[in-house]
């Protein structure tokens, strides 16, 4: 019986590298959309912008919380990263994520709410986090091509200690 326990505990952790790969994975191909697109988009190029970008954030902060019911990815990965990269990371899952774009902390955004004016009824905050752009996507590829690295390490790893064909989740 413990090695049936045991077994599901590695399926589940090679699920949670699968997906977390699977997520990265559709990041690129978000900034795919971005460089294909960016110069042919009629009307608000920072509408595009803005929805690529909280895709962005969305996608690539999902494995680090605890919503998909396999358990959180560790971050010890990105102690390894240089210094500009870490701190990216942490932007696109602390702030990024939790305070903009899942969430909005109007507070921690130090929100404006301009009640007379040309702005009327619009709110000010400064974006915290860099925006999907010609600028920001060499950043970007760094580090997912580093978190999807780590990924397939942990699921090579684990790939020789499992026994079963395939891996099924839920009921």
């Not at 590298?17 to 900034?31: D, K, R, W």
């Not at 709410?113 to 600028?135: C, D, H, L, T, Y």
């Amino acid at each position: 019986m413990a090695e049936n326990i045991n077994q599901s505990h590695l399926e589940r952790e090679y699920a949670k590298y699968h997906f977390a790969s699977f997520g990265f994975s559709e990041c690129g191909e978000y900034l795919d959309i971005y460089e294909k697109n960016s110069s042919c988009i009629q009307g608000s190029a920072h509408a595009f912008e803005t929805a690529i970008s909280k895709s962005f954030v969305i996608t690539y902060a999902r494995p680090f919380t605890d919503n998909q019911g396999l358990g959180t990815l560790s971050d010890r990965w990105t102690r390894a990263l240089d210094e500009r990269i870490r701190s990216l990371h942490n932007a696109l899952v602390g702030t990024g994520r939790n305070i903009l774009v899942a969430h909005m902390d109007v507070y921690e955004l130090n929100a404006t709410i301009e009640v007379k004016g040309k702005r009327a009824g619009s709110f000010i905050f400064e974006w915290p986090i860099p925006m999907v752009n010609r600028n920001t996507i060499p950043m970007l590829r760094e580090l997912l091509d580093s978190a999807t690295a780590f990924c397939e390490e942990k699921k090579d790893h684990l790939r020789s200690r499992i026994t079963s064909a395939q891996i099924k989740l839920g009921p």
